[in-house]
Structure formats: C-alpha cells, structure tokens
C-alpha cells in the first residue's frame, strides 16, 4: 500500500471511530472464545471471557463503564479459580485496552474512579490466585497503571492540541478584521486625500468648460484660451493625483497640499 493510501485508510479509519471499536471487539470477542473452546470449553468461562471482551466496543462512549463490566469479570474469572492468562491474552488485551480509554476518553474524576476500581478488582481477585506474592501486587498494579497513565498523557497533549488550534483560529480571525480595518482607513484617508487635493481643481475645470461652452460661438478665440487654461488645469489635476497615490513609487514633483496654499487656491478660482 502506497503512503498516500495509508493515510487515506487512516484518515478513514479516525472518521468512523465507533467501527474501529466494534471491529476491535468483534475480534477480541472471537479469540477469546476460540481460546476458550480450545482449552476445555465451559460455559461460564466462554461467558467471562465474553464479558472481559466485549466492553471494548463501548469505551470511547462509556469507558468507566467497559471498565467496570470487564474488571469485574476478571474478578469473578479469577473467583472461578481461572486464571485469565491461561485462556490466552484477548481478555489481556481488552482489559489493558479498556482502562486506557478511561483516562483517555473520560474526565479526571471519572477517569480515577476507573483506576482505583480496576485496581481493587485486580488485587482483590489475588486472594483467589495459587500465588500470593507481593510481586503478583507489584506486577498487576503496574499492567493496571501503565495503560492508564499512557492514557491521561494523551488526553492532555491532545486537549493542548485543541486548545493551541482554538488559538491559532482567534489569533487569525484578529488578524483578518485588524487588516479589514486598516484597509478601511486607508481607503477613507485616500478618499479624504482626494477631495482635498482634486476637489477644487476639477471645480475650476467644470467652471472653465461652463464658459467655453457658453463663448464657443460668439467668441472662438477666447474660448481656445480657455480651452488651453482647462487643459492646464487638468494637467495641474493629474500631477496631484500622480503625488497622491505615488504611482511608480516617485510622486510627482511639487509641494505637498497644505493650508499653506489656501492664497494659491483662491486666486486659481478667481482666475478661473
């Protein structure tokens, strides 16, 4: 299977999580029992193992609850005077897997009532077993806690992961609306700019051109003059829309519109 179909079936798997659990279950379920025909076949063996087995099915959606129902069958296998690891390891594996998912899947406190219940079940089922030792306590407490803490570690780099995406999404939709903001204001001082420095010029313009309009027959050659001062005008015009926006990265040349040439405009209005 190429890498790309690997992360395909993955990708699929992780979006069906409940399957992935039946499936897990079914299998167990299967093993457990061929191992128990296998061995010598008992009923209330075969309904144990299904019992320590059949939980993982649910522990995403109720691990305290796979928890229980597959501990307390462990308990009660080892009252029986079995002993789970002679009918193989799918009830292992299950049981192992159960008690991680409730530190993974479930909150703290939950998540330690698993724990100290699988515990109690496990070392109170020693009593039960041909060997007492306090290695049995040491080793059974150590399959119980290791699944666990390996479950809470997960549990907390992924709510971290969760939590650092949560961030990364705000930090982008601040930076989003800071950047529709500054282009609002930039398109209202450009907007501002404009009337300031081309309003007055272009009302010179539609003077001038009012004034040919109404001179163009009665007096050409006035009017040509004014035409050539409109077309000064303009030109005026588009240097200043030239300084404004900085096109090609060189403003035109002249002083920069200021209040300063109030007396400029005046007499430009006038003349015109």
């Known amino acids: 299977m190429t890498d790309d179909g690997a992360g395909a079936l993955a990708q699929w798997l992780r979006a069906r999580p409940r399957l992935v659990d039946f499936t897990v279950a079914a299998v167990l379920v299967a093993l457990g029992a061929g191992q128990v025909m296998a061995a010598d076949g ?40 079995a002993d789970v690891t002679s009918q193989g390891y799918a009830a292992v594996i299950a ?5 991680y998912s409730v530190a993974a899947y479930a909150p703290l406190r939950r998540a330690l009532v698993g724990l100290v219940a699988a515990l109690a079940l496990v070392w109170g089922a020693i009593p039960f077993a041909a060997s007492q030792t306090v290695a049995d306590f040491a080793f059974t407490g150590l399959i119980t806690l290791t699944p666990w803490l390996a479950g809470r570690t997960i549990r907390d780099r992924q709510l971290r992961i969760t939590e650092l995406r949560r961030l990364a999404r705000e930090l982008e939709h601040e930076r989003e609306e800071r950047a529709c903001e500054a282009r609002d204001a930039e398109r209202s001082r450009i907007a501002r700019e404009m009337h300031d420095v081309l309003a007055h010029t272009i009302s010179v313009v539609v003077v001038q051109l009012g004034a040919v309009e109404r001179i163009v027959e009665s007096d050409p050659g006035t009017a040509r003059s004014m035409v050539t001062s409109v077309r000064a005008t303009a030109k005026s015009a588009l ?15 002249g002083p920069r519109p200021s209040l300063a040439r109030l007396g400029d405009l005046a007499d430009d209005m006038r003349a015109a």
Request: charged share 15%; net charge neutral.
């Open 42 to 81: 008992a009923t209330t063996a075969l309904i144990v193992s299904v019992a320590m087995t059949a939980p993982v099915a649910w522990r995403r959606q109720r691990p305290l609850l796979a928890v229980l129902i597959g501990w307390s069958a462990l308990f009660l296998d080892e009252g029986l005077g």
């Open 95 to 99: 049981l192992i897997l159960t008690v």
């Open 239 to 253: 240097g200043e829309l030239r300084f404004l926006l900085g096109l090609d990265g060189v403003p035109a040349a």
